[in-house]
């Protein structure tokens, strides 16, 4: 609910964003606007109504780059062990057995773990649709995407009318669309300026098929009907193969990148491609993670996403930076906080609503509750998940 009365939100600390934190701080809200920030009592203005939440931090709500939450209903029921191929067969035959209503039902729940986990922000993966009336009437904003696989256009897309939650289109993968088809997709969103999501250079199984036109995938995709014969294969790499159709802008956003170099680094980097990675999921699924060190040093801001249920044990975004934490220890926390607030509120097209508390931007953040003397402490707690207790989200 939004109040047009003053609200002072209050507590020991106020995370502005990563590199600035206030100690005793205070976020006063108008009409679901921050209004201002500030240390202290906020005594200067016309108070109105104090919640002070306690000794822990408030932060920017946490942002859930790429979800799958026609998937949550596979939680524990599809293993990885025999290969790529395998888990995405088993996963589409578990799916279209599980039916319409347990699949939403699922996803209900789902959207219900990201909100109490600090998510309020989500870029949301659908293959088959169900998710957007589930995700329109929450308390969510994001991007909703419809997941584009074979060699169907899909439907018109329109922006709903109060912006905070945008219905757009993915391209499945360059290994499961047709080159003309991927460009029709992006062309499609270019013209609506919204975002573009795709799955790239994931797997092993992706790898071989467009650098060599043959392997598992091309047998999977034969066995299907498709023929892939007129898609200019091989090529050099899943990036540089984007970047020659045409693919690759500021309104992409290419998830994964698991099977990346320097150079293709230097690609996304020139076309501002947003990055957005999922590390559990990677790990899981193919026992790899992405060279994120590199991405940085490259100069290149990933967000970070959870996947599915179906490949990662939580939609929690704060058990996904202790993960990268505990993976890369040598990324600064503040750098990895990033990667949850401001980055994928950036890459979805946020960034003037969410991602970080300034004035002017969206009342929608999370209390943790953390037990810390210093910012250092601060910052380690909540990329570490070291907190007891559940955290509380605020959305107005």
Request: with cysteine.
């Amino acid at each position: 609910m939004i109040m047009n009365s003053p609200v002072i939100h209050k507590a020991k600390w106020v995370v502005i964003d990563p590199w600035t934190i206030i100690n005793d701080g205070y976020i006063r809200v108008e009409s679901g606007l921050i209004k201002e920030t500030g240390r202290g009592s906020c005594s200067g203005h016309i108070i109105g109504h104090i919640i002070d939440y306690g000794p822990g931090a408030l932060l920017p709500v946490l942002v859930n780059a790429h979800t799958h939450l026609e998937l949550c209903a596979l939680k524990d029921k599809v293993l990885p062990e025999k290969g790529f191929r395998n888990w995405v067969e088993n996963l589409i035959n578990l799916r279209n057995s599980a039916g319409t209503k347990n699949l939403k039902t699922s996803a209900i729940n789902g959207v219900k773990e990201l909100i109490e986990s600090g998510c309020g922000v989500i870029g949301e993966i659908s293959t088959l649709g169900l998710t957007w009336e589930i995700v329109s009437n929450s308390s969510l904003a994001g991007v909703w995407f419809k997941e584009i696989m074979g060699n169907v256009l899909p439907e018109e897309i329109a922006c709903n009318e109060n912006k905070l939650l945008i219905k757009s289109i993915a391209g499945h993968a360059p290994h499961t669309l047709s080159p003309e088809l991927l460009a029709d997709l992006k062309n499609i969103t270019r013209k609506k300026n919204i975002p573009f999501s795709i799955h790239l250079a994931e797997s092993e199984d992706e790898i071989e098929f467009l650098q060599t036109g043959k392997g598992k995938w091309a047998e999977f995709l034969s066995e299907r009907g498709v023929d892939f014969s007129s898609w200019n294969l091989p090529v050099e790499t899943p990036v540089r193969y984007l970047e020659d159709l045409g693919i690759l802008d500021e309104n992409t956003i290419a998830v994964h990148l698991i099977h990346t170099d320097e150079k293709d680094f230097e690609i996304l980097l020139r076309h501002n491609v947003r990055v957005c990675l999922c590390l559990r999921s990677n790990f899981n699924l193919h026992n790899m993670l992405p060279d994120i060190t590199g991405m940085l040093k490259a100069g290149i801001k990933p967000c970070l996403g959870t996947d599915s249920l179906a490949s990662a044990e939580s939609l929690s975004i704060f058990d996904e930076m202790a993960f990268v934490s505990k993976s890369f220890p040598s990324i600064p926390p503040a750098e990895i906080l990033a990667m949850a607030t401001l980055n994928g509120a950036s890459s979805l097209g946020f960034a003037e609503m969410f991602g970080t508390l300034t004035p002017g931007k969206r009342a929608a953040f999370v209390y943790v509750p953390v037990n810390v003397s210093s910012r250092s402490e601060l910052l380690h707690a909540l990329v570490n998940a070291d907190f007891k207790g559940s955290c509380k989200t605020i959305l107005q």
